[in-house]
């Protein structure tokens, strides 16, 4: 299995991809792929799915290794509350003309103004020498959750101040959705960027796998990876935010069934993540243009929907 797993979780991808681009309210048909206006509909969806789900389920990898928690996904540090006030402030103040652009632009700023916010904070544990007795992941997610708490409390008055006409579409937002006309460059970069820093660092991140105190006697620099680890974490959370707003559970589930079936060896964990999360979030959001045809569901509420069930499993089974 474990010398298989690239070739089954590329089948799993490419199947997940051929079913979304082939079925729709009506069911599924092959043929219909070949026909430009399906396609023009479709294909932005599964490619942005594909994105998104391989930044989240990367940086919920990520998240869990640096704070060494289980509970830990792309979202645990504020991340997402920074980029939605960023968005729902340009849906307040931009043209409809370039309202889709000026959001992703808003959120981009918005999260970026987190992350700078929890390195603010949180700066002493980041740099903090390794002990045996202490990692900075408790204080790092306390501080965490209090930046989300407060974009938390911006979000409910901005949409307490929103016109009706207005509120479903930031509503959609909050929940995740994939909505899109399609992926910019600048997030295929940051995919590739994290994703290869991921792999070339993947025998360092072993070690930090086994224990802060334990790496640094073995020649890791504790601190200067994790502010790396942050970073590349807090990049992807916020390039896949970006594009489809907060959805949840793909950055915490798919770690955890990659850690089950392939074992925490970072080598494999980190791009099993990135496939699975991308073939996870494609059939989603197939599971929402379909199930309720013509309604089209946020995504983010299959993902929870779905993966609150799994997640339970996932916990039964390590009880």
Do not use: K
């Amino acid at each position: 299995m474990i010398l298989r797993w690239p070739l089954i979780l590329g089948a799993i991808v490419g199947l997940s991809l051929i079913m979304s681009l082939s079925c729709g309210g009506h069911g599924c048909d092959l043929s219909q792929v070949s026909r430009d206006d399906l396609w023009q509909l479709r294909e932005p969806r599964a490619v942005s799915a594909f994105v998104v789900g391989s930044l989240l389920s990367l940086a919920g990898a990520l998240m869990q290794l640096l704070l060494r928690n289980p509970l830990a996904d792309p979202y645990t540090l504020g991340i997402s509350g920074g980029a939605a006030v960023g968005a729902l402030l340009s849906s307040f103040f931009l043209p409809f003309s370039v309202l889709a652009v000026g959001m992703q632009f808003g959120s981009i700023i918005g999260a970026i103004t987190s992350i700078l916010l929890l390195f603010l904070m949180a700066r002493r544990r980041l740099f903090a020498a390794p002990t045996m007795v202490e990692a900075p992941g408790i204080g790092l997610i306390l501080t965490g959750v209090m930046i989300a708490s407060g974009f938390g409390a911006i979000i409910s008055l901005l949409l307490a101040l929103s016109p009706d006409a207005e509120l479903r579409g930031a509503l959609f937002w909050l929940m995740g959705d994939l909505d899109v006309d399609g992926v910019s460059t600048w997030v295929w970069l940051v995919l590739a960027v994290v994703g290869g820093w991921s792999l070339w660092r993947a025998p360092q991140l072993n070690l930090l796998a086994h224990g802060e105190a334990t790496a640094h006697l073995l020649g890791v620099s504790v601190s200067r990876l994790r502010l790396q680890v942050l970073l590349f974490a807090s990049l992807a959370t916020a390039a896949a935010v970006s594009v489809a707003g907060a959805i949840g559970f793909i950055g915490l589930v798919v770690p955890h069934v990659c850690r089950l079936v392939l074992g925490n060896d970072q080598r494999r964990l980190l791009p099993a993540s990135m496939l699975l999360g991308a073939a996870a979030l494609v059939l989603a959001d197939l599971v929402a243009r379909t199930i309720v045809a013509p309604i089209q569901l946020p995504v983010g509420v299959v993902t929870a929907l779905i993966g609150v069930p799994v997640f339970l499993f996932i916990l039964s089974r390590r009880a």
